[in-house]
């Protein structure tokens, strides 16, 4: 069990719609990450969040945005969402400086249609 | 351009079979090197970390090497539960630990 869960688990979305998606980091760890994994693909970095900063991201376009909270969990936003938006959405959380040693929760299937 | 490419894309072996994942990277400042497991509709978990050339860890039936280019996962005599994808992830030497990770390796082990 590694203590990231993320709401919902499932999620279907009409193209143009707004989503919100969750997680809550492992007790301890304060630097959170982003990524979409599309089917049969390896994740893509979207975006980490540290002490409530945004501290990186990768190639997605602004309406990927997202908000880390005092006590570390964490929300990804997007906007106007298109067909190929559909995806396994995945948080990770690790301590300070092991951004790459993370726990990662069980995702958020997004489907838009 | 930082780029993760693994190979085969699909393994199928029976039980007890020994082989080889490999895993290929093009990365300026590599920080670290790491290898998940992801098995159906979940998270990945994470199960090694290498950091320089030569570096080499063991878990149960696997065990993962690290070279300039390349890391290969080994699994010897591997069982149904294997069975899962293997995600290979580069850390890179930027100011924030952006992760680049491969499109993994479906290891499929038969009884």
């Known amino acids: 069990e590694t203590g990231v869960t993320q709401s919902p688990t499932h999620l279907i979305k009409t193209r143009g719609q707004q989503v919100t998606l969750r997680c809550s980091s492992q007790?301890?760890?304060?630097?959170v990450s982003w990524y979409q994994q599309a089917l049969g693909q390896g994740p893509q970095f979207i975006f980490q969040y540290y002490r409530e900063e945004e501290n990186g991201r990768g190639n997605f376009p602004p309406r990927f945005s997202g908000l880390q909270f005092p006590n570390y969990s964490s929300e990804l936003n997007v906007n106007a969402l298109e067909l190929d938006d559909s995806a396994l959405y995945l948080c990770?959380?690790?301590?300070?400086?092991?951004?790459?040693?993370?726990?990662f929760g069980q995702g958020t299937r997004l489907t838009v249609v | 351009e930082d780029q993760v490419t693994q190979s085969p894309e699909a393994l199928r072996l029976q039980e007890g079979e020994s082989s080889s994942l490999n895993c290929s990277y093009t990365?300026?400042?590599?920080?670290?090197l790491f290898w998940y497991r992801q098995d159906p509709g979940k998270g990945p978990e994470f199960l090694f970390t290498?950091?320089?050339a030569g570096e080499e860890k063991e878990k149960e039936r696997l065990k993962a090497t690290l070279t300039k280019k390349e890391s290969f996962l080994h699994i010897t005599a591997p069982k149904p539960e294997d069975s899962a994808t293997y995600l290979c992830a580069v850390q890179a030497g930027t100011s924030y630990d952006k992760v680049i990770f491969g499109p993994g390796t479906s290891l499929s082990v038969i009884p």
């Open positions: 290498l950091y320089s």
């Open positions: 990365v300026s400042g590599l920080r670290g």
């Open positions: 007790s301890g760890h304060n630097t």
């Open positions: 990770a959380s690790s301590p300070t400086g092991r951004g790459a040693e993370a726990f």
